[in-house]
């Protein structure tokens, strides 16, 4: 597996990560009403579409390097 | 003779020496860490019900700070996403990106861990003293006007050490109220309480250190030794971007070879704070 490969891993990874962090954040906001539970949900959110733009960024910059 | 396929790819496996290396190293990498994940899923669920420090050996929670550690997440990522183009660089042929974006992955490395031995002198500060008379409190505490740091091993106290000093007293800024989340209770006043207590009042004393809790001891093995592998690898990357660039001007595939291996190793790194954060953090 190339650093192509498992960088597309890891970006899946931090997506993974960046939703649970907003979902974990917005619970946590719905039983305490604290905004900044509330910023942090956005944050991670907006992290989230981030990743996502990035990774397809990402791939189309190196489509020309092999995977393996 | 020389050794074959070290810079040119193995034409069956598409594969060559170095990169066989690193997976193989890092599969033992994976089973060091699995080992220390699992002690700590253990440690979790066999602790008593309930929360420390009100239950004994229970597990705590909201210890650890959150906006930290989601920081040192966001600084990881950053670093990822600049190893991989200082690679992508080099494949085509610029140079000048690729140590302009090692010596930012070098940077982010270097943030985290200032950021880390941060949250480390706050726990080596912070202490839990249960009083004979009232329930456990929590707080960073003063000893004869001056506060433990962590980069002191001397400066750490003791109940047996406050007697043998004579300490009469220590006064604690304790935490406020917390709820079995970990959140601040909504009646608690959120400023830190100044609270003194005499030592002979005192039935136990300890920080958020290894021996105080098994939370702990997990906690700073599993941290310590992925922050060895940041300091690791940033050196590593480090001689990359400097001394190690000459290799570019001689043998300009075997060095992005290289490049590339740092690279695997560092997501590596990066991808084991992306399992410890939650499960350490926020679980």
């Known amino acids: ?68 | 003779m020389e050794i074959p396929y070290t810079y040119k790819a193995r034409p069956d496996t598409g594969l060559y020496n170095a990169k066989v290396g690193i997976w193989l190293f890092l599969a033992s990498e994976i089973m060091l860490f699995g080992a220390l994940f699992s002690a700590y899923i253990l440690l979790r669920v066999s602790a008593p019900v309930g929360f420390w420090p009100e239950t004994a050996l229970a597990w705590p929670r909201g210890l650890l700070n959150i906006p930290i550690g989601t920081f040192n997440t966001a600084v990881l990522i950053t670093s990822s996403v600049t190893v991989v183009m200082a690679w992508a660089s080099l494949q085509m042929n610029k140079f000048n990106h690729f140590r302009i974006y090692m010596v930012i992955t070098v940077l982010c490395a270097f943030a985290f861990l200032g950021i880390k031995s941060f949250e480390y002198n706050d726990k080596f500060s912070h202490y839990v003293v249960q009083t004979k008379s009232g329930k456990p409190v929590t707080g960073h505490i003063e000893v004869n006007g001056k506060h433990p740091r962590f980069w002191n091993f001397s400066d750490q106290w003791t109940l047996a050490r406050l007697t043998a000093e004579n300490v009469k007293e220590i006064s604690v800024a304790v935490d406020p109220e917390r709820d079995e989340h970990g959140h601040v209770k909504s009646h608690s006043n959120h400023a830190h309480e100044n609270r003194t207590i005499a030592t002979d009042d005192i039935q136990f004393l300890g920080s958020y250190t290894p021996a105080t809790h098994p939370f702990f001891a997990v906690y700073f093995l599993i941290t310590a030794l992925h922050g060895l592998h940041v300091l690791g690898g940033a050196l590593v990357l480090a001689y990359f971007a400097f001394p190690g660039a000459k290799m570019w001007k001689d043998n300009p595939q075997q060095f992005i070879n290289r490049i590339e291996v740092g690279g695997l190793f560092w997501h590596f790194v990066d991808l084991v704070w992306i399992f410890l954060f939650p499960v350490v953090y926020l679980l």
């Open chain 1, 1 to 68: 597996m190339s650093l192509k490969s498992f960088h597309l891993v890891f970006i899946i990874a931090s997506v993974a990560l960046m939703t649970f962090l907003s979902a974990w954040n917005f619970l946590n906001y719905r039983e305490s009403q604290i905004g900044s539970d509330l910023a942090w949900a956005v944050a991670a959110g907006v992290a989230v579409v981030g990743l996502i733009i990035y990774g397809r960024f990402f791939l189309r910059k190196l489509k020309n390097i092999s995977y393996l």
